[in-house]
């Protein structure tokens, strides 16, 4: 995280995008610099990297999570 | 209320037991030591120890009960009507 | 306008005349709550315990077919204390006085 406001914006630098799906494993997609806006934002959470790397993520299988209703 | 184990239910309905870390004026809340009810189904938060969650996306939050001092409430809801009331 | 009088001159009052009584919540996504309010604000921000909450859970049948079957799911649950965000709160019900 390079970066946050008031509104919840953040600025995240070397971000990743994780895709998971119940089809195959998860998928990683490197994106870089990124602004997200804050509206966007369910959840930020701080990653144990230890915890992070010891997941072997092509093994996991899992629903997207539901989207933000109402 | 700081320093409790309370769970967030969220709009996507996922709920979050953690500890109580602090709120601020949007109802953005920092919990601590998370764990996501349903880990089976959503293990996208294994590695994450603490976190933020924006207010705009909770439903509830649980509370422990017997820390709740409900006359204070009550109390304090009574003069902020009076408050808004004399605007 | 005396503010602290007991009479009801705007629909707050309703709600805090309906402090430390059981009320009935209805709210988005279905859902409805029953339990004694303890706090609210001006955004509805809710704070209750002893609650029962109900959800409604509509199955549409897939065999499509005329006036299609419906079963309604209703799941219940109970939580001992429960802050509820006020951007949910559809109504807030006092309770019936008998």
Same mark, same amino acid.
């Given at each position: 995280m390079a970066g946050f406001d008031q509104k919840s914006? @953040? @600025?995240?630098?070397?971000s990743k995008e994780r895709v998971y799906s119940m089809d195959e494993g998860v998928e990683e997609i490197p994106l870089g610099l990124y602004l997200v806006k804050g509206d966007m934002i369910v959840l930020i959470g701080e990653i144990d990297e230890a915890v992070d790397q010891a997941v072997d993520l092509s093994t996991i299988r899992a629903e997207p999570i539901p989207p933000i209703r109402y | 209320m700081v320093h409790q184990q309370v769970t967030v239910e969220l709009k996507n309905d996922l709920s979050i037991t953690g500890v109580l870390k602090? /709120?601020? #004026?949007?109802l953005n809340i920092r919990l601590d030591n998370i764990k996501v009810l349903d880990e089976a189904r959503h293990p996208h938060m294994m590695a994450v120890k603490n976190c933020f969650i924006r207010?705009? /996306?909770v439903r509830?939050? #649980?509370?422990p009960g017997d820390h709740v001092d409900t006359q204070l409430l009550e109390d304090a809801t009574r003069r902020e009507a009076l408050n808004q009331a004399k605007r | 306008m005396d503010a602290s009088s007991t009479g009801i001159q705007e629909p707050f009052d309703l709600i805090r005349l309906s402090l430390s009584e059981r009320v009935f919540v209805k709210l988005r996504g279905d859902r409805q709550l029953s339990g004694v309010l303890h706090a609210y604000d001006g955004h509805m921000n809710l704070i209750l315990s002893d609650v029962e909450e109900t959800i409604m859970i509509v199955d549409v049948d897939e065999e499509v077919q005329p006036g299609a079957q419906r079963t309604v799911n209703v799941a219940k649950r109970k939580m001992d204390m429960l802050f509820v965000r006020g951007d949910g709160v559809i109504l807030v019900s006092p309770p019936s006085r008998t």
């Open positions: 914006n @953040v @600025v995240l630098s070397e | 602090s /709120v601020d #004026q949007f207010g705009s /996306v509830y939050v #649980q509370l | -």
